[in-house]
């Protein structure tokens, strides 16, 4: 019985081997010769048909020259150059076994092959456009009719993202001249109308294959806009007296009013953000009424809570520094997401400032507040985009 099932099993794998075998020989051909290009493996499609006569593969640099889109915006920039006479003389169809007609139109299909690997996470995706239409990455069928003489403009599009925060102004990002912004392929497919069908073919006997590495023709600084100023980063709010009294019949009396004031300088960020954390009790997070940690709690039987003056919400408390950060890079949290407020209600331009009030609270309706002095201590942290 043993020797029986062993047999099973071996007669299995060499049923498998022989599929696997068979796969493989019906995959090679369809591939040729492969090149590192900017640490990217390419492969050359191979036509099957008449691969001696059709046009030698290319592998080329070209340089693609900067242009931001007006005077004031520095967080993007398009790289562009025109490849037209790439596709001159007998690129992709060979006039001897063409009509002009098919000599002059054909289709090339594109793939985009990003390079920039160590700024991708500051950057939105990342468009390649020919003539103006977008090659999104390394997908198939991302094809543009081309004729013969025209222009072949290539854009490259690069731009800051709007979600990343920063606490301090980080150090400009370069775009040095000379580096590689992307590799491009070119291939030249059969087509039959400006309609992709089933019947069209990649591997056309006249197919050309181009690689192009884009590098930056002249060298391009993102600056980030200046972070603010804070008027008095450390502040001692003396709050006013209250009575035993009027805590106990009135359960939360305001004590007082601390305002944030942020100094900006011309051509400064945007937006602030500001996150508060409990400096006595980080795991804090306000107990929904703005709730502050006090050693003096137990003995007055009363806490101090805090609410923004403009809403007048209780504020909601974070953990220092527990947005995902990258270097000086921080997440912006999602718009639901607690204890994360916007600071500023118009873009800022010189002065910012936001107010909040400061009341005494009493712990619980069953317990009468006691006399005493109580004390807290709140810090805060603000971002910018």
């Known amino acids: 019985m043993p020797v029986l099932l062993k047999g099973e099993m071996m007669k299995e794998n060499m049923i498998y081997g022989f599929m696997l075998i068979i796969l493989l020989f019906m995959i090679k051909p369809l591939y040729g010769t492969t090149y590192t290009v900017e640490g990217k493996t390419i492969t050359v499609p191979l036509s099957g048909v008449d691969e001696v006569n059709k046009p030698e593969s290319q592998n080329i640099v070209r340089y693609l020259n900067p242009q931001t889109l007006s005077l004031t915006n520095y967080n993007e920039v398009i790289y562009q150059a025109d490849l037209g006479e790439l596709i001159s003389n007998s690129y992709c169809r060979n006039l001897d076994r063409l009509g002009n007609n098919q000599y002059n139109k054909f289709w090339i299909e594109f793939k985009y092959y990003d390079t920039l690997m160590d700024k991708n996470e500051f950057f939105e995706k990342k468009v390649l456009t020919v003539n103006n239409k977008p090659i999104i990455g390394e997908g198939s069928y991302q094809l543009a009719q081309l004729e013969r003489g025209n222009s072949l403009q290539l854009k490259l ?3 800051l993202r709007n979600n990343w925060l ?3 102004t ?3 990002i370069k775009i040095k001249q000379g580096d590689a912004l992307a590799v491009i392929t070119m291939l030249c497919v059969n087509r039959s109308s400006n309609v992709y069908q089933g019947g069209d073919e990649q591997n056309s006997r006249y197919n050309a294959f181009t690689i192009v590495t884009a590098k930056a023709a002249q060298p391009f600084t993102f600056n980030f806009a200046r972070t603010c100023s804070i008027a008095d980063n450390n502040q001692t709010i003396k709050l006013k007296d209250v009575t035993v009294k009027e805590l106990n019949e009135k359960k939360e009396v305001q004590g007082g009013r601390f305002d944030i004031k942020l100094n900006c300088p011309t051509q400064s960020v945007k937006n602030a953000y500001i996150i508060f954390t409990d400096a006595i ?10 709730m502050l940690s006090s050693p003096e709690t137990m003995t007055t039987k009363t806490v101090l809570t805090v609410k923004d003056a403009v809403t007048n919400q209780p504020l909601v408390y974070r953990k220092k520094n527990t947005l995902p950060s990258n270097g000086n890079f921080f997440d912006k949290p999602k718009p639901d997401e ?3 407020y916007q600071f500023n209600q118009e873009p800022l331009n010189g002065n910012a400032t936001h ?4 009341y005494y609270h009493r712990v619980s309706d069953k317990v009468s507040v006691q006399p005493g002095k109580i004390s807290a201590k709140l ?4 971002y910018y985009n």
């Open 166 to 168: 920063y606490s301090n």
């Open 379 to 382: 810090t805060y942290n603000i």
């Open 281 to 290: 009790d980080s795991t804090n997070t306000g107990r929904d009424i703005g």
């Open 157 to 159: 599009s690069f731009k």
């Open 170 to 172: 980080p150090e400009p």
């Open 338 to 340: 607690k204890g994360f």
């Open 355 to 358: 107010s909040y009030n400061v």
